[in-house]
């Protein structure tokens, strides 16, 4: 076989040296070298290929002067270590030496070793597993199951996460016992949080929802059902749940109208109080006709009848009548009778009366003074004293007993 063997050697040398090319299982080659398979077709199961040196890698470690391009396939990793020009050998696999170590040929690019560009859209699905980036302390997170999708962005002190566009910012953090915050930031030029459908805007604290703005733009607070552009339910019957701490009961009084509330505790303006006055009508006489007085009926003190005028709302009347009243007479079957004056309003018997019992001397006098307060209702009223003998005592029956006026004075005021 050897001497079978020998001129074929002679021959692929001879071949190369005049040619600078060698070609096996072809006569010509069409590179340095070229090798054509045995069977490039058909079912034979005879081995094509061509096998490159195999080795473990502290062989590889401890190869010299090992010329630039140098292939290798490293078999096994059990012995020598990931250093030197073995830095780059972790797996079994085919191996080149760039002149300081060897570089594993065709090495699974991925984040951890390499940057790239995407050729298109990815999807990574997680399979019910989370994907966490961790930088020493702080970590970003990204979770998926099958009702949720989160991300998170934790730190031992602050989870916070920033957007930006161009020189705008948006910031979102919150920082261990203390505040969250939502921050825009830069040349931001708003900050504009809200619903882009036909749906409520609510704030919640303590985990209930404390303000509510509807799609219509009506704001309540307490209340999920604004009916007004702002609507406060405070919970607590008479309380308003509004308070203006620097507009209190000593502050100056200002121009301007008064605020008050309506029957469903809408807030209305209200006519500003007028400054309170004392309106008043008043009489004060020393002569008056001569009028008779019986049992029979009530005889109106000539002089007493006066005319009031109650404006819009109605008035609460403030009434002083003082009489002073000479008996001319003498009334025969008697001289002990009780006498009453009483007052009387549109013609109306009051319940405000004074009786005295004359002296039985005629030419005698008597006093009656008369009190009261009265509301009378808008319009125009009329004011009178009356007069009767209450009781008889011996004075006979519809005789009269003639009297006469000697002061008089009236007084009727309301503050307006």
Known sequence: MKIFQLPAIFLAASTSFVAAQTGINNNTPASTLDITAKNPTGTTTNVDGLLIPRLDRERAQNMTSVPVSTMIYVNSIASGTL????????????????????????????????????????????????????????????????????????????????????????????????????????????????????????????????????????????????????????????????????????????????????????????????????????????????????????????????????PAGGKALFINFMLGIDYVGSPSGGGQAVYEARLYIDGVATDCYLRTQESGIAGSNTQFTINTVKFLTAGNHTLDIRMTRAVNNGTTSGVNMPCRPISMSFNASYIN
């Open 83 to 310: 250093a030197g020009t073995a830095i780059n050998i972790d797996a079994v696999g085919y191996y080149y030496f760039n002149g300081t170590a060897w570089v594993k040929i065709d090495p699974a690019v991925n984040i951890y070793i390499a940057n790239g560009t995407l050729a298109g859209p990815r999807t990574v699905t997680t399979n019910g597993n989370p994907i966490n980036f961790v930088n020493g302390t702080s970590n970003v997170g990204i979770a998926t199951g099958t009702t949720q999708g989160v991300i998170s962005a934790a730190g031992s002190s602050r989870g916070s996460i920033t957007l930006a566009g161009g020189s705008a910012n948006l910031d979102m953090y919150v920082d261990n016992a203390n505040a969250a915050q939502i921050n825009s930031f830069g040349n931001s030029t708003k900050l504009s949080i809200g619903t882009a459908n036909a749906t409520p805007l609510a704030l919640k604290a303590n985990g209930t929802e404390k303000l509510t703005m509807l799609s219509n733009g009506n704001v309540g607070i307490g209340t999920a059902a604004p009916n007004t552009k702002f609507e406060v339910a405070s919970g607590t019957a008479n309380v308003s749940g509004i308070r203006l701490t620097n507009l209190t009961s000593a502050s100056p009084i200002g121009t301007g109208q008064s605020i008050g509330v309506d029957a469903t505790g809408n807030i209305i303006t209200i006519a500003n109080p007028s400054s309170p006055s004392i309106n008043t009508a008043t009489v004060n006489s020393t002569t008056g006709a001569d009028y008779n007085v019986n049992d029979l009926g009530a005889t109106t003190v000539t002089g007493t009848s006066q005319a009031i005028t109650i």
